[in-house]
């Protein structure tokens, strides 16, 4: 499956799936072994190659009518070079955004498409570097194949704007045109009993058309965690002979914002209690089907939970639509973590960086279930170099979308120099497991830096705090790795740091147990990062039941006056 609802009626669209053949290759692009993989899936969960980094070749013969085709790959991990009947149209790089390529005029019959598909660690990969956290290899997301005609709707986004006496809603349209084509070109877009038709639509030089509209309503249904009220923008091409493209959009009216240290959701104060989330489940790695997403949903919303973070990276968009129509709050993040000085210095990051956030947004725009976009995990922010490329970031973000609010998690409490970039301030803090200290003390230097030095007066967000827990190991002695110690420390977390009306929230670290990179932690029990409330087969341990019974205490909006 490639969404969770019908994002085209008319358009010919089908998943190019099922078994692929797949060939190991050596340094010079020879053939090493032949297998049969199926797509989406990682190479790790095949038999001899769980720990294969390297380049692999894809290969899926399919049959088409003639005509304009659009291929869209929804994940490649982590780089791709693209090939058609044995020539190469596209590379991308970033295994967790979609990118797309257009053939024209293709010849009805039987076609080759070729992906190259590398995970390997090099400098031409800025982002993904050995990590706490594995880089899969493989076609890990759907591949989409679609018929197209003249010209195609490329995006339409819905920017929901709260108004003293209703909403607004200010819609982008994007149209490009494929065929020379001199007929005449109609769009209609169909919202909340609301219609726009624009007739003879005109292209740009580039074969592009934009097309802006505002429409106001009196009254609508709010999208909210306990009421996830969903709409969709109907959009049309069409001609003389009727239409022949579409585009359906979910989206929420749904407002964020911040007041001084608060964080505003539909005009309420938002108190946040939420998991970071890799995306990942056992043996299969990172290629997680929409049943395990919602499983994952279901356990963290019956903790009381209402935000998952997709650290470190944007996550499928099976999993944002489960979100919006759930009622999850999300903060999305940009791909990167703990990238250090020389990392940032990698002379492809900055474009990596820019083309992530880029197709993040644009893919991800209408999901009202997300508040945060989110930069630069605990990445160098303690110098000049280091502000400017978050400087950069936060800009571009505020350029595509400056609906939503911005952050960045930080774990340089005390020399950070970017706290006055972002929205919301984020820290990164393990008392009780990598310090020894208590959560208040360890908290009130960095509150008192933040207020006192830096002066910023805006909200802060715990986006990481937590312990490790080997999964079925238990102790009367509250030993370090049992499950008893981890949920004591969550317990203390979140009781003191849900107590604090100067934190806007906490967002444990993390949800599941996952895989980490051989080359980065493997001194980590099991190679992995054990910090989940639940192990790699979503096994509760015992700070499931523990922070469940601390969160569902917490109310998701602060009650001006009560201690939640
Ligand atoms: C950091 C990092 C996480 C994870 C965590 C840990 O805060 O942001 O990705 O590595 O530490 O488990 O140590």
């Not at 190019?16 to 797949?22: A, D, Q, R, T, V």
């Not at 939420?274 to 929409?290: D, K, L, M, Q």
């Not at 209402?306 to 990276?313: A, E, K, P, Q």
């Not at 207020?451 to 312990?467: D, H, M, Q, T, Y």
């Amino acid at each position: 499956m490639v969404r969770m609802y019908d994002v085209h009626i008319i358009r010919h669209q089908r998943e190019l799936g099922g078994i692929w053949k797949m060939e190991t290759l050596s340094y010079n692009g020879d053939t090493i072994k032949k297998y049969d993989a199926v797509v989406p899936s990682c190479w790790e969960s095949m038999r001899g190659l769980e720990d294969y980094r390297g380049r692999c070749r894809y290969t899926k013969k399919f049959f088409t009518e003639s005509g304009n085709l659009r291929i869209e790959f929804k994940g490649v991990s982590h780089t791709a070079d693209v090939y058609f009947d044995r020539q190469h149209i596209a590379h991308h790089y970033n295994a967790y955004t979609p990118f797309d390529v257009l053939i024209k005029n293709c010849e009805r019959g039987e076609h080759i498409l070729e992906v190259i598909v590398d995970n390997r660690f090099s400098e031409n990969s800025a982002l993904h570097i050995p990590n706490d956290y594995r880089s899969y290899g493989g076609i890990t997301r759907p591949v989409v194949l679609e018929n197209l005609d003249k010209a195609y709707i490329r995006f339409v986004h819905a920017t929901p704007i709260r108004l003293h006496n209703g909403w607004s809603l200010e819609v982008e349209a994007n149209i490009q045109k494929i065929s020379d084509y001199d007929g005449g070109i109609s769009f209609e877009l169909k919202v909340a009993g609301q219609s726009l038709t624009e007739n003879n639509i005109k292209f740009d030089n580039e074969g592009i058309c934009r097309i802006n509209h505002v429409f106001n309503f009196d009254d609508v249904s709010e999208w909210s965690p306990e009421s996830p009220n969903l709409y969709t923008a109907y959009a049309n091409l069409y001609n003389e002979n009727g239409v022949f493209d579409d585009l359906n959009e979910r989206f929420g009216f749904r407002d964020i914002k911040t007041d001084g240290k608060k964080i505003i959701l539909n005009g309420k104060v938002l108190h946040i209690k939420g998991f970071n989330r890799h995306e990942e489940y056992g043996t299969i790695g990172c290629a997680v089907s929409e049943g395990i997403i919602n499983q994952d949903v279901d356990i963290i919303l019956s903790t009381g939970a209402n935000l998952i973070r997709t650290c470190h990276y944007p996550n499928d968009e099976r999993f944002l639509d489960i979100c919006d129509e759930r009622g999850v709050l999300v903060w999305e993040e940009a791909h990167a973590r703990q990238l250090k000085a020389k990392d940032m210095l990698n002379p492809n990051f900055r474009k990596q960086t820019a083309d992530c956030i880029e197709e993040m947004i644009r893919n991800h725009y209408n999901h009202p279930s997300i508040i945060f976009w989110g930069i630069m995990n605990e990445c160098d922010s303690t110098d000049e170099y280091g502000r400017e490329c978050y400087k950069a970031q936060y800009d571009q973000i505020k350029s595509l979308d400056a609906s939503r609010l911005t952050t960045s998690a930080t774990n340089k409490h005390l020399s950070d120099m970017c706290y006055d970039l972002p929205d919301v301030i984020s820290v990164n803090i393990y008392p009780r497991w990598y310090v020894n200290d208590t959560p208040m003390n360890y908290l009130n230097r960095i509150k008192n830096h933040i207020r006192e030095e830096v002066g910023a007066e805006k909200p802060l967000l715990i986006s990481e705090c937590g312990a490790g827990a080997i999964y079925g190991y238990r102790a009367f002695n509250n030993v370090k790795w049992s499950e008893d110690r981890q949920a004591n420390i969550l317990r203390e977390l979140i009781t003191e740091y849900s107590a604090d009306r100067d934190v806007s929230g906490v967002i444990i670290w993390q949800f599941a147990d996952c895989r980490v990179d051989d080359e980065f932690f493997s001194d980590r029990p099991k190679t992995q990062n054990n910090k989940g409330i639940v192990d790699i087969y979503r096994q509760p341990k015992l700070s499931y039941y523990t922070v469940k019974e601390c969160f569902n205490k917490i109310s998701t909006y602060r009650d001006e006056g009560s201690g939640n």
